[in-house]
């Protein structure tokens, strides 16, 4: 897997630096929100700490240039949903390259179904926002991992919180109050 993982970040470290090499940082606004890389030995510590491993189906929502889904495809089935045209041809071809078994769809991930995945992982480039919020109440399975700031306006239950270098990371769930209104609701 450390094999896999050292392709990945390389892969990775060229296409960043092709953007230093311009004068231009690796970040950029999208029509929905906010994209910068995610640094690829975080995620992967990250990855391991909650062992990944021991889910079937992973998604990142806002999946931007792919690194986050192709690193979780070393552990698990992994998907990235991403609205920008670009990033989402960006991270195919990267897979293609790799010979991954990632996959990513192009579309937002509001019109886009939760209750497959078990674990979804989210960046957010601002606080998350009460439509997602809603979202999460209706379609989370399974875990939350949520990175960076956490505002966050959702009755979940909070399992994990740890820093790596500095980021901080939970892991919630739905907590019981979410699942019972969403029975009677059904």
């Given at each position: 897997?450390?094999k896999?993982?050292?392709?990945i970040k390389?892969?990775y470290?060229?296409?960043?630096?092709?953007?230093l090499?311009q004068g231009?940082?690796?970040?950029?606004s999208?029509?929905?929100?906010?994209w910068?890389?995610s640094?690829?030995?975080?995620v992967?510590e990250?990855?391991?700490?909650?062992?990944?491993q021991?889910y079937?189906?992973f998604?990142?929502?806002?999946?931007?240039?792919?690194?986050?889904v192709?690193?979780?495809?070393?552990?698990?089935?992994a998907?990235?949903?991403?609205?920008?045209?670009?990033?989402?041809?960006?991270?195919?071809?990267?897979s293609q390259?790799l010979?991954?078994?990632a996959e990513?769809i192009?579309g937002?991930?509001?019109?886009?179904e939760?209750?497959k995945?078990?674990?979804l992982?989210?960046?957010?480039?601002?606080?998350l926002h009460?439509?997602l919020?809603?979202?999460l109440?209706?379609?989370l399975n399974?875990?939350?991992i949520?990175v960076g700031?956490?505002?966050?306006?959702v009755?979940?239950k909070k399992?994990?919180e740890?820093?790596?270098n500095?980021?901080?990371i939970?892991?919630?769930s739905k907590?019981?109050?979410?699942k019972?209104?969403?029975?009677?609701n059904?």
């Open positions: 897997m450390l896999k993982f050292n392709e390389e892969r470290d060229k296409y960043r630096d092709s953007f090499k231009k940082l690796p970040i950029r999208t029509a929905k929100g906010f910068g890389y640094i690829c030995e975080e992967f990250i990855f391991n700490r909650i062992n990944l021991d079937s189906h998604l990142d929502l806002g999946s931007g240039d792919g690194r986050v192709m690193i979780a495809s070393l552990f698990t089935k998907t990235g949903v991403e609205a920008d045209r670009t990033l989402v041809k960006k991270s195919r071809q990267i390259e010979s991954s078994s990513f192009h937002d991930f509001f019109d886009h939760l209750s995945y078990d674990i992982y989210s960046f957010p480039d601002t606080s009460f439509g919020k809603d979202k109440e209706k379609e399974g875990k939350l949520l700031p956490q505002i966050f306006p009755p979940l399992h994990e740890f820093f790596i500095g980021t901080k939970g892991i919630y907590s019981n109050y979410s019972e209104v969403n029975k009677l059904k």
